[in-house]
């Protein structure tokens, strides 16, 4: 492994993981962190975690999803790779507010290099929404600019979460090969 290699393995990647209020998004923090379930109260501000993934390191910015927070999400975008936006599959009355949610922080400047993973969570209850309903009515498809995938998922149980890191892994994967690749051609 070239030195270079060395230092891409170790970088710290940022992530945020918002979403309205009573999503799930502590909780999913803790299952990456502790693979459990952990009683939560609401997040006044945000909770950091690190977690490594095969080597890879991922600095986990959960931050609260009340109404009167959501307006400072954006102090947290800057050197933002990855947004995790938690979805409640039951919470169908304000799957609205998560939409408009969404693409306002995608207009955003310092998230314009951010890859989007959309769990889907709460799928055990009955009557949720599907990941593909959700990815309907949140028009996913129509985001162009931004890598993207939804993944549905059980934040109590874990079931879906690994999926969705996994594809957070791969994506650093595949910028680091390009990286490798560029400085290859350089030298």
Same mark, same amino acid.
């Given at each position: 492994?070239?030195?270079?290699?060395?230092?891409?393995?170790?970088?710290?990647?940022?992530?945020?993981?918002?979403?309205?209020?009573?999503?799930?998004?502590?909780?999913?923090?803790?299952? +990456?962190?502790?693979?459990?379930?952990?009683?939560?109260?609401?997040?006044?501000?945000?909770?950091?975690?690190?977690?490594?993934? !095969?080597?890879?390191? %991922? *600095?986990?910015?959960?931050?609260?999803?009340?109404?009167?927070? &959501?307006?400072?999400?954006?102090?947290?975008?800057?050197?933002?790779? +990855?947004?995790? *936006?938690?979805?409640?599959?039951?919470?169908?009355?304000?799957?609205?507010?998560? !939409?408009?949610?969404?693409?306002?922080?995608?207009?955003?400047?310092?998230? &314009? !290099?951010?890859?989007?993973?959309? %769990?889907?969570?709460?799928?055990?209850?009955?009557?949720?929404?599907?990941?593909?309903?959700?990815?309907?009515?949140?028009? *996913?498809?129509?985001? !162009?600019?931004?890598?993207?995938?939804?993944?549905?998922?059980?934040?109590?149980?874990?079931?879906?979460?690994?999926?969705?890191?996994?594809?957070?892994?791969?994506?650093?994967?595949?910028?680091?090969?390009?990286?490798?690749?560029?400085?290859?051609? *350089?030298?």
């Amino acid at each position: 492994m070239t030195h270079l290699q060395a230092k891409t393995e170790q970088l710290e990647h940022k992530v945020i993981i918002v979403g309205l209020d009573n999503a799930g998004k502590t909780t999913i923090l803790y299952q +990456f962190l502790m693979n459990e379930v952990v009683h939560t109260s609401p997040t006044i501000g945000s909770n950091v975690e690190e977690i490594v993934v !095969k080597n890879t390191h %991922f *600095l986990m910015w959960d931050i609260g999803g009340q109404e009167s927070l &959501r307006s400072s999400w954006n102090t947290y975008y800057s050197n933002t790779e +990855f947004i995790i *936006l938690v979805v409640d599959s039951i919470d169908r009355e304000r799957l609205s507010i998560t !939409k408009e949610e969404l693409y306002r922080m995608l207009a955003h400047e310092d998230l &314009r !290099k951010a890859a989007v993973l959309i %769990f889907a969570n709460k799928q055990d209850m009955k009557g949720c929404m599907t990941a593909a309903e959700i990815s309907t009515y949140l028009t *996913l498809s129509s985001i !162009k600019d931004h890598p993207w995938h939804i993944q549905s998922c059980c934040a109590l149980t874990g079931e879906g979460l690994c999926q969705g890191l996994e594809w957070m892994t791969s994506r650093i994967g595949e910028q680091r090969n390009l990286l490798l690749f560029y400085l290859d051609l *350089l030298t």
